[in-house]
């Protein structure tokens, strides 16, 4: 991500999860954090308590940064799965993939193996866990995860309420205070449980309950999210699946995982063979 001068990388390596480099010469500004792995989520800077900070989640530990300096203001750990050498928890497979979710001085994440995590931030910088929900069984089926196991796809949050893609292909929405589900659906991803089933979200403006979906089958729905029900408004078939995802005591499926891009009153989508463009104006111009 590009902030003021810095562009800010995830890289790896010791010392250096999270490197700032000056963004018209490549020289290094500054580097921090150790992990394992990287993890996929991507840097992101939020406003808390009136500070500015770079939030950094690996696979071992969601962190705060001074996005200036790279000095770390907070770290909060999350994962069940134990690096033998330092004892730490870290998220299986290094899964920490969503971006992490701010709403006021809280931060929501979210991963396949790990569940669920709501902490908060006092004007300290000390993180406080307000829930967690991890419950799963060995192979689980939707009904056996206990809140929001999202894989890839960043959940939405809006008026109190949580809308993400739990792990087996269902549409949740959690209660944003207690983490207690209110409803459940398969229609917007694959129709049935479906391992890693996902679709992507994004919200059709700030504040309102109309929300683009874009499933692994390559439909584009257009959708209202609100505490009651999932109403789909429409759908339409943009973009074949041609992408192999290896199943699990099944057959495979074919899937299309890449994140639409928006532009123009446009959606903008990818499989490995072709890119589209379709228009979301209504006189379809």
């Given amino acids: 991500m590009i902030d003021g001068n810095r562009l800010i990388c995830l890289v790896g390596g010791k010392g250096s999860v999270v490197v700032a480099f000056d963004k018209d010469t490549g020289k290094e500004l500054w580097k921090n954090l150790d992990a394992k792995e990287p993890g ?11 500070q500015r900070q770079l939030i950094l989640w690996h696979s071992e530990a969601v962190n ?18 134990k690096v033998i050498d330092t004892g730490k928890a870290k998220v299986k497979a290094g899964m920490s993939i969503p971006t992490p979710r701010q709403i006021s001085d809280r931060l929501y994440l979210s991963c396949f193996y790990d569940g669920s995590l ?48 739990c792990s087996y292909g269902e549409l949740r929405c ?54 009651e029900k999932y109403q789909e408004i429409s759908r339409a078939h943009i973009l074949e699946p041609i992408n192999t995802m290896p ?23 990818r499989n490995d063979r072709e890119l589209v463009c379709v228009s979301m104006a209504a006189d379809g111009l």
């Fill in 40 to 50: 996929y989520a991507p840097p992101m800077i939020y406003t808390i308590n009136g």
């Fill in 64 to 81: 705060g940064l001074d996005p200036e300096t790279g000095t770390v203001l907070w770290t909060q750990p999350f994962g069940s799965e």
């Fill in 174 to 227: 959690l209660e944003l205070q207690t983490g207690k589900r209110i409803w459940e659906t398969h229609v917007p991803v694959a129709g049935q449980s479906t391992r890693w089933g996902n679709a992507f979200i994004v919200q059709l403006g700030e504040g309102s309950d109309r929300y683009v979906l874009f499933n692994e089958i390559g439909d584009l729905i257009l959708a209202r999210l609100t505490p």
């Fill in 247 to 269: 199943a699990f005591g099944g057959k495979n499926r074919a899937v299309v995982w890449s994140h639409p891009a928006f532009a123009g009153r446009c959606v903008f989508a």
């Fill in 118 to 165: 709501m902490f908060k931030l006092s004007t300290d910088n000390k993180p406080s866990v307000l829930w967690r929900r991890t419950q799963r069984v060995v192979d689980p089926t939707p009904e056996e995860t206990e809140q929001l196991h999202c894989v890839m796809s960043t959940p939405a949050i809006r008026d109190g309420y949580i809308y993400g893609v």
